[in-house]
């Protein structure tokens, strides 16, 4: 199927409250609405670090019943995790737990995973894209600063690409940029194209 994505043939949702998500989208060009939905986030203990935001978008798309949403509905729900030598680095509870985290990951290469569900009445699909991203050696003074001014406690490893420490420690990045925002657009774009082959 070739089409533009403003007339993409189903109602796309997105089932995320992410304002990065949402800008990429936007960004890809689709109209969609978004409905966010609580959920837990739970996962099996022994579930290798790299499969758990496949595992929980599948499980944040279970959250919803498509026999209530009109017909045509293509539901998108994403998990975006930071991983440093195999222990994920969840959202920090506050100052100092997003302080403790961007000390670990200063001066290393850390690996950005966002899984992603797509699914309508009939059919679903998952992926999960990795990108490697490598900051140099951060200064306190810089983590303090980002910290105190960005407030980054709903950002996976405590901090966002995007923002200004992005633009001051990031070295080098091996994979997609956008991937690290939140959504692998290049694949999410082809996915949703191919969805009906």
Same mark, same amino acid.
């Given at each position: 199927?070739?089409?533009?994505?403003?007339?993409?043939?189903?109602?796309?949702?997105?089932?995320?409250?992410?304002?990065?998500?949402?800008?990429?989208? @936007?960004?890809?060009?689709?109209? !969609?609405?978004? $409905?966010?939905?609580?959920?837990?986030?739970?996962?099996?203990?022994?579930?290798?670090?790299?499969?758990?935001?496949?595992?929980?978008?599948?499980? @944040?798309?279970?959250?919803?019943?498509?026999?209530?949403?009109?017909?045509?509905?293509?539901?998108?729900?994403?998990?975006? +995790?930071?991983?440093?030598?195999?222990?994920?680095?969840?959202?920090?509870?506050?100052?100092?737990?997003?302080?403790?985290?961007? @000390?670990?990951?200063?001066?290393?290469?850390?690996?950005? $995973?966002?899984?992603?569900? +797509?699914?309508? @009445?009939?059919?679903?699909?998952? !992926?999960?894209?990795?990108?490697?991203?490598? !900051?140099?050696?951060?200064?306190?003074?810089?983590?303090?600063?980002? $910290?105190?001014?960005?407030?980054?406690?709903?950002?996976?490893?405590?901090?966002?690409?995007?923002?200004?420490?992005?633009?001051?420690?990031?070295?080098?990045?091996?994979?997609?940029?956008?991937?690290?925002?939140?959504?692998?657009?290049?694949?999410?774009?082809?996915?949703?194209?191919?969805?009906?082959?």
């Amino acid at each position: 199927m070739t089409v533009k994505p403003e007339d993409f043939p189903y109602r796309l949702v997105l089932g995320s409250g992410s304002p990065r998500r949402e800008e990429l989208l @936007k960004k890809m060009g689709f109209y !969609f609405d978004i $409905v966010v939905k609580k959920n837990e986030e739970i996962f099996p203990q022994n579930l290798p670090a790299e499969q758990v935001p496949e595992y929980i978008a599948k499980q @944040k798309s279970q959250c919803y019943n498509l026999d209530e949403m009109p017909e045509k509905t293509l539901l998108i729900t994403a998990d975006t +995790l930071v991983i440093l030598d195999g222990k994920i680095l969840g959202k920090p509870k506050d100052k100092s737990e997003a302080i403790a985290i961007l @000390k670990e990951l200063s001066g290393k290469t850390h690996e950005v $995973v966002t899984g992603v569900c +797509l699914r309508t @009445k009939e059919k679903e699909k998952t !992926f999960s894209i990795s990108s490697y991203v490598s !900051f140099r050696v951060i200064k306190d003074e810089e983590i303090l600063y980002y $910290v105190e001014n960005y407030k980054p406690y709903d950002k996976a490893g405590a901090y966002g690409i995007q923002e200004w420490l992005g633009f001051i420690a990031l070295e080098r990045i091996e994979g997609s940029f956008f991937n690290v925002m939140g959504f692998p657009t290049q694949r999410l774009y082809v996915s949703l194209m191919e969805f009906d082959n």
